[in-house]
């Protein structure tokens, strides 16, 4: 039997950990200054320069600010954030995964029917064979990949960039634990079925076909995944991947 490797954590990947979980359950406030770098190592039990480490990668993940001679702010980030924090927060709450599937249920329907008013015949066609990719999967991952570039492509057939972004932003959100969200597409050719009639819809142009198609679609998946979370999840479980 193949064993799973244990990922190995460094001294500055548990503190990140620690001091993202301590800002996003409040204990320092957004907008408030973090403790003084010497008193803060100091209380987590690491060196400054461990510190330093952790702190700048929270910076870059938006969470933090520093400026010279003032200090480390937590910053606000449901007023300064961008989308680019999703993947964070879902990762760490299942909540925001219910909001994040909510959001992509509004968007992807809006886009399976501008989508059906603007596909091309070569999208259409693009569309038929991303479908037959997805029942013809090898593994439950593989149909759930598959199933992200039947989206994608309708994202595009909308002939609007933005849907395309927003495609992007609600997958790469909940992507990286996918393994445990996976339930609708254990079997390949039921999640083909499942789709099936968004695709002929918008191959069709059936606008509001299309989107009632989709919306039942997405509804329907959003109830497996959240469901294959369990009661009371508040913490992915799944083993982190990449977004594909």
């Known amino acids: 039997m193949a064993v799973e490797s244990i990922p190995r954590q460094s001294v500055v990947d548990v503190l990140e950990a620690r001091l993202r979980d301590d800002i996003l359950r409040g204990e320092h406030q957004p907008g408030t200054l973090l403790p003084p770098e010497r008193e803060l190592a100091a209380g987590y039990g690491v060196t400054r320069t461990t510190l330093k480490h952790a702190l700048t990668r929270l910076e870059q993940a938006g969470l933090l600010s520093t400026r010279h001679g003032i200090g480390t702010r937590v910053i606000d980030f449901l007023r300064l954030g961008g989308a680019e924090l999703l993947p964070m927060l879902a990762s760490q709450d299942s909540s925001w995964l219910k909001e994040v599937f909510e959001a992509r249920r509004h968007i992807g329907t809006l886009i399976a029917g501008r989508a059906a008013a603007r596909r091309t015949v070569k999208q259409s066609r693009r569309l038929q064979e991303l479908l037959q990719a997805v029942a013809e999967a090898p593994d439950v991952d593989a149909t759930q990949l598959a199933d992200v570039e039947v989206h994608r492509e309708l994202a595009r057939a909308t002939g609007n960039r933005v849907y395309l972004l927003l495609t992007n932003t609600l997958f790469n959100a909940y992507l990286p634990v996918r393994l445990a969200l996976q339930a609708p597409f254990e079997d390949p050719a039921k999640a083909a079925?499942?789709?099936?009639?968004?695709?002929?819809?918008?191959?069709?142009?059936?606008?509001?076909?299309a989107q009632g198609a989709a919306e039942k679609y997405l509804r329907g998946t959003e109830k497996l995944m959240l469901g294959?979370?369990?009661?009371?999840?508040?913490?992915?479980?799944?083993?982190?991947t990449g977004s594909g």
């Open 193 to 209: 079925g499942r789709l099936a009639p968004v695709v002929q819809a918008v191959v069709e142009g059936r606008v509001e076909e």
């Open 228 to 240: 294959s979370l369990g009661p009371g999840r508040s913490r992915s479980g799944g083993k982190s």
